[in-house]
C-alpha cells in the first residue's frame, strides 16, 4: 500500500509484539493489530492465540472477566479452578477433548471447557500486503499416554474494510481415535451491549437448555438492565441455511455481524448472562453443546478424529456503523 502521506505504515495500521508486565498476566505474549480503519484487537499468544481485547472505533466489543488477563501457569483443572483465569474476552478457544460441564467419560476426566485456551503457541508469525494483516499461529495440545493435537490457526484481518475471519485446522496426530470438542467462546459485552442491544439470529429452532432458560423463551433475544440476581440463561440455535446473526446497538452507532461454517461447527450456545458486573451475551458456535463430554456421548452426537485425521473451522465478524 503506497501511501505518499505517510513515512511508515505504522502510522496508521500494523502489528505491535509487546508482552505484559506485573500481576498474573506477568510476562505474557501480545500481538496488538490494528487495521487503521477502526478495528483494534489483542491476540494472546500465550493463551491459544485467542483474542483478549477488541476495539471497534474505540468501543469495547468483547466482555473481560474480573480476573483480567492471567498467564497459562495458573491453569487449574480441578471444579471450577478453569474460571480462576477465565479472561472471557472476545474469544476464549474451549476444547479440544472437553467442553462445558466437568465429568468423568468413560475413565477419563474431562474438565470444565477443557484446556486448550491455556495452552501457549510454540510458533507464530504474520505479514501484510494490500488487503489484509494475516497472523499465523500453532499450538500444541499433547501429552505422553494422552491426546495428542496440533491447532493451526489464521486470523485475516481486512485493511479496506472492518473485517475480521477465523479459520482454524485441528489434526489428531495420536495414534488412536481421540474425542474432539470445540468451541468458540465468543463474548459480547458493554458498550455494544447493554439493554438497547438488539439481537439476531437466523435460526430455524431454539431450544431451552434447562427449565429457569425455558421460562423466558419468549425473550431470548431481548437484553436488559445488569441485575444483581441474575442467573446465567442459555439457548441453543440450529439452521437451516448459511448463520446470520447480529449485535447492534444504537447508541454507540455500531453492528457485528458474525457467521461460522455449520459444516463443522453445527452446535451454536447463546449464552446470555445479565449479572451485575458479569454482564456478557455469550456467542458460541462448536460442535457440541456445553452439557459435558459424557451427556454428548449418551446422546449419540459426541465427535472422534481419527488418527492423521483433521478438521477445519471458519468464522467471520464484520463490523460497520449504523
Known amino acids: 500500500m503506497n501511501n505518499k502521506y505517510i513515512g511508515h505504515p505504522t502510522q496508521l495500521y500494523g502489528v505491535k509484539e509487546t508482552r505484559m508486565v506485573g500481576g498474573k498476566a506477568d510476562g505474557m505474549r501480545l500481538l496488538e493489530v490494528r487495521n487503521g480503519k477502526g478495528l483494534e484487537f489483542t491476540v494472546s499468544l500465550d493463551r491459544a492465540a485467542d483474542i483478549a481485547y477488541l476495539f471497534y472505533k474505540n468501543n469495547s466489543m468483547a466482555y473481560i472477566s474480573p480476573c483480567g488477563m ?3 501457569q495458573y491453569y487449574d483443572k480441578n471444579g471450577a479452578g478453569f474460571l480462576q483465569g477465565f479472561t472471557a474476552g472476545f474469544i476464549t478457544t474451549c476444547g479440544l477433548t472437553s467442553v462445558g460441564n466437568p465429568c468423568i467419560d468413560n475413565g477419563e476426566e474431562a474438565p470444565l471447557h477443557g484446556n486448550i485456551s491455556y495452552v501457549p503457541c510454540e510458533q507464530h508469525s504474520y505479514k501484510i500486503d494490500e488487503n489484509f494483516i494475516t497472523i499465523n499461529a500453532v499450538v500444541r495440545d499433547a501429552s505422553i499416554f494422552g491426546h495428542q493435537f496440533v491447532l493451526e490457526r489464521e486470523y485475516r484481518c481486512g485493511l479496506n474494510e472492518n473485517t475480521l475471519s477465523i479459520t482454524d485446522k485441528v489434526k489428531n496426530i495420536s495414534a488412536k481415535e481421540t474425542p474432539y470438542m470445540i468451541m468458540y467462546h465468543c463474548n459480547m459485552g458493554y458498550p455494544l451491549l447493554s439493554e438497547n442491544a ?3 439470529i437466523s435460526s430455524a429452532e431454539v431450544t431451552p437448555r434447562n427449565d429457569y432458560a425455558a421460562k423466558d423463551m419468549d425473550k431470548w433475544h431481548k437484553m436488559c438492565k445488569p441485575e444483581s440476581s441474575a442467573i446465567e440463561q442459555c439457548y441453543y440455535h440450529k439452521f437451516d441455511k448459511k448463520p446470520e446473526i447480529s449485535l447492534r446497538n444504537p447508541d454507540i452507532h455500531t453492528e457485528l455481524k458474525m457467521t461460522f461454517d455449520t459444516s463443522t461447527l453445527d452446535c451454536f450456545t447463546q449464552w446470555k448472562m445479565m449479572g451485575e458486573n458479569v454482564y456478557v451475551l455469550g456467542l458460541e458456535p462448536a460442535n457440541c453443546y456445553p452439557d459435558g463430554r459424557d451427556v454428548m ?14 478438521s477445519v473451522n471458519s468464522l467471520e465478524f464484520t463490523f460497520t456503523d449504523i
Open 70 to 72: 492471567v498467564g497459562p
Open 297 to 310: 456421548r449418551e446422546k449419540g452426537i459426541l465427535k472422534f478424529l481419527n488418527p492423521g485425521e483433521e
Open 198 to 200: 438488539e439481537l439476531k
